[in-house]
């Protein structure tokens, strides 16, 4: 009888066949089954990255296909400056130096416009520079004879790679012309140094400027022909989509605080559009990195040469002062879920004032994009500021309302009902507690209050980002809006102009000065 306890690998199986014998067959040993099974999942773990890096790869070709064009136009001025070294005459022409050529092709051929002339003008200006002065250098030194030619070779070398080195650390020369000094080094190391073994130097450096002016070509024609992709253009779109994005986010937190149910968003999380802030809070690299290939571009599409590009720094820059208090104001709807919310007649008491400031700055806001994206003066602005200047007011005057209902009725609920004369001959005296309800809705309200007071402080920045745009749109001579409007009763004026917007702009920054200092206590007494 069989052994329950033995292993299953003891067992055998036995076949018969058809005449008559018998085969036996034996179970794989364990370690040869688990070495098979290991090189299978590790086969299947490798299949499964290779796969998931193509999927992602051609998702982010789908998704920007000018990624995907600029690699065939890579491949095309390589084959085409390829062509003269392949080709006997255009061989013949340059020289061995054709490899400078394919060399200055695969450095300076950027995915934009500007990129590609940033590094062509900066790698011929460089190049030019640096071969002159090492042919000047060389020219002094062969003067000196042939001891102190070393000499003054390996001084000028180092005297000149310091002193470009320097210069690198300048941010004004780094900002424009940070690769070009890494190609001045470059150019004069090799030509200071070859000058003193060979003899042709003058030959040897035309052929190397004609092959690098080659290569230059070639990419500025490709890059510019050849569906270009402007680095103006696409700093243009991004201040436009960050406009929107700051908008929508603004509306989302208002609204997620707001909501009946308190909940702050589906399964008490916010909405995935009042996080669309943090893309603005992000931005300053990117944008700084389109400008400064930006202002390298020559006149394309609406964008001419001398473009203000430097005012859409500043654009963002306030976006990024808005975006700050849209940062805090998310911050809110955690402190909510953790904490607590505030009381639902508080909220319903600042929640219309509050939703129609929110209403307005993100109708201003999105004007201000809809102006830069047609580059059209927009003829509704200073009404939208008139408005939005009033709905600060508004919710300045329920801010101002809300203590004095809630402490009554919460008074009038929590004192005792009057006593007859009877009864209060026959009781003591007693002096009542108070419980002081005024404080308890104070620290109620502190949270509400602090929503309020950011919304009101993003209206006066809103201001700021109003007055960057307005200045874009006089240097960049955009054109004036052919829907627009005359004044209505003279109420759509700029706060600059008007005084009530003054007065209204200057009252929302003493109320949050109030509410976020040490009166707050006495704010709502």
Known sequence: MVNGKQPMMDLEWRVTVPDGSSVRFEAESGLVRRLSSALLNAIHALWLKVSGFFKKA?????DDP??????????????????????????????????????TVVVIFEFTVGGTLYKGFNRVMATLLGGALGLGIHALADIAGEKGEPIILDASLFLLASAATFSRFIPQVRALFDYGVTIFILTYSLVSVSSYRVDKLINLAQQRMSTIAIGCSICLV??????????????????????????????????????????GGSNGKPSQRS?????????????ESLFNLARWEPAHGGFGFRHPWKQYLAIGASLRRCAYCVEALHGTLNSQALHGRAPDFM?????????EVSSQVCRVLRELANSVKTMTKSGRMDFF?????????????????????????????????????????GKEKVQPISPKPSVVVILEALPLATVASL???ISARMECVADVVDTLSEQAKFKPASDEKPEKQGEATHPASNPQGQEAVKGAQNWSNKLNGPAASTAFA
């Open 66 to 103: 000018r990624k995907v064009v600029h690699c065939f136009k890579v491949g095309l001025a390589l084959a085409l400056v390829s062509l003269f070294y392949y080709t006997r005459p255009l061989y013949d022409g340059v020289g061995g130096s054709s490899m400078w050529a394919v060399m």
């Open 222 to 263: 490709i890059s510019i022909l050849i569906r270009p992709v402007w680095a103006g253009q696409d700093l243009h779109l991004i201040i436009i989509r960050h406009m929107e994005k700051l908008a929508s986010s603004i509306e989302g937190n208002v609204a997620d605080y707001f909501k009946e149910d308190g909940s």
């Open 275 to 287: 996080q669309d802030y943090k893309c603005v809070l992000n931005s300053k690299a990117s944008e």
């Open 347 to 355: 909220k319903e008491h600042l929640s219309g004032p509050c939703e």
């Open 58 to 62: 051609w998702k982010m070709g789908m």
């Open 385 to 425: 500021l008139g408005e939005m200047n009033s709905a600060v007011e508004d919710l300045q005057s329920a801010l101002r309302s809300l203590p004095y209902q809630p402490v009554a009725s919460f008074t009038s609920q929590a004192s005792p009902p009057a006593a007859t004369p009877v009864e209060e001959a």
């Open 455 to 457: 919304l009101i402080e």
